[in-house]
């Protein structure tokens, strides 16, 4: 049974997806961020698929254990494309677009073949263990990416805020969300874990928001002031 | 021993994305000078301000009438402050320059919380001389 709480972040959450999309849309950056967009979208979807899959079959039921976790795992392939997005954005001054499209297409066939592998082999036993160990390696997947990015962004001396700050939040969002997978995985006990996706799910559209709305794209930020230095 | 390792690396990915996104909030209060006026109600006499002046700025920022628009960055600046905190008195003895680290770190979320009390002090008399003014 879903409490208050559960409700409140839910709510909130769904709302603050469609308020980036609908941001984006006013302020005229839909097109520019539209992997993002698009993203935010499918997420606010599977939420309101949630929903309706818990109204009709339970919380505890395995129709909704497996839509909430196959859903992410496809929600994560989205990210990618995000992800990749913003590679494009950063490298964008090095004319290397074609090299990203290419190594974005191959990483994303790789994964897919590599899913179809881990599914095929344990196709007779889709166990609870599996698919929660599906969801920490997609997830961190992304989360290598991410850094990898941010490697770049420090390297590149990237000064854009908003690239800067929509990176960084993804980065939180998807570290906890792995981390917390990680420690389910090793702890399947800590029921304080279960907390950590859906704040994250609240965390990053509230983020991109709080983005899109405050920082104007032509905000520059010296990258070298974000890196924490024990002097 | 695979999710020993994940967890790990996200552990530790998360707090470099954490510390940069909170800096990278902080930043853009660092390009703003203090008016006079958030001096004398402060009793701020130096550029820096005080780590421990925090808490009192924020009560002082809670006195004035919400601006709607900077609820978010207090909050995450004031978690931030937080985690500075713990860090700094459980490092004090073990790793000191960890520590003073967290002290600078906090002056710059103090600095932040002088800046948003600057704001919401500026929007008070904008909202005062409006009622004045409908006033008359």
């Known amino acids: 049974m879903l409490g208050p709480l559960d409700y409140a972040i839910w709510s909130v959450g769904f709302l603050m997806e469609i308020y980036v999309v609908v941001c984006s849309l006013?302020?005229?950056?839909?097109?520019?961020?539209?992997?993002?967009?698009?993203?935010?979208?499918?997420?606010?979807?599977?939420?309101?698929?949630?929903?309706?899959?818990?109204?009709?079959?339970?919380?505890?039921?395995?129709?909704?254990f497996y839509y909430y976790y196959y859903s992410d795992t496809l929600l994560c392939i989205l990210m990618y494309l995000v992800i990749i997005h913003f590679y494009q954005q950063v490298f964008s001054e090095m004319k290397v677009s074609r090299y990203i499209r290419g190594a974005a297409a191959l990483l994303?066939?790789?994964?897919?073949?590599?899913?179809?592998?881990?599914?095929?082999?344990?196709?007779?036993?889709?166990?609870?263990?599996?698919?929660?160990?599906?969801?920490?390696?997609?997830?961190?997947?992304?989360?290598?990416?991410?850094y990898l990015l941010w490697g770049a962004i420090l390297k590149l001396r990237e000064t854009r805020t908003r690239l800067i700050q929509l990176v960084l939040a993804l980065g939180v969002a998807f570290s906890a969300t792995a981390g917390s997978y990680a420690l389910r995985n090793l702890f399947p006990e800590a029921y304080m874990l279960r907390w950590v996706p859906p704040i994250m799910g609240v965390w990053l559209p509230l983020a991109w928001a709080y983005t899109f709305t405050k920082v104007p794209e032509e905000s520059r930020l010296a990258t070298a002031r974000l890196l924490a230095r024990a002097r | 021993m695979m999710a020993a390792l994940i967890c790990v690396i996200s552990v530790v990915a998360f707090l470099q994305f954490f510390i940069s996104y909170c800096r990278s909030i902080l930043a853009t209060s660092r390009k703003i000078q203090l008016s006079d006026r958030v001096r004398e109600v402060t009793g701020i006499v130096s550029q820096n301000v005080a780590a421990e002046d925090f808490q009192r700025l924020l009560q002082l920022v809670r006195l004035c009438p919400e601006r709607g628009d900077d609820q978010t960055e207090i909050r995450a600046v004031g978690t931030y402050y937080g985690f500075l905190h713990v860090i700094g008195r459980a490092c004090r003895s073990i790793i000191p320059s960890l520590a003073a680290w967290s002290e600078r770190e906090r002056q710059s979320c103090s600095y932040f919380a002088a800046v948003a009390l600057d704001r919401r002090i500026s929007y008070s008399r904008d909202l005062l001389t409006q009622q004045a003014g409908d006033r008359f």
């Open chain 1, 26 to 64: 006013f302020r005229r950056d839909f097109l520019r961020y539209i992997p993002l967009n698009i993203y935010m979208l499918a997420v606010a979807l599977v939420t309101w698929g949630q929903y309706h899959f818990i109204h009709a079959y339970g919380l505890k039921s395995q129709n909704y």
């Open chain 1, 108 to 146: 994303l066939a790789a994964t897919a073949f590599f899913s179809y592998l881990v599914v095929h082999q344990n196709k007779d036993h889709l166990t609870t263990r599996f698919v929660v160990e599906l969801e920490q390696n997609t997830n961190f997947v992304v989360v290598v990416l991410t």
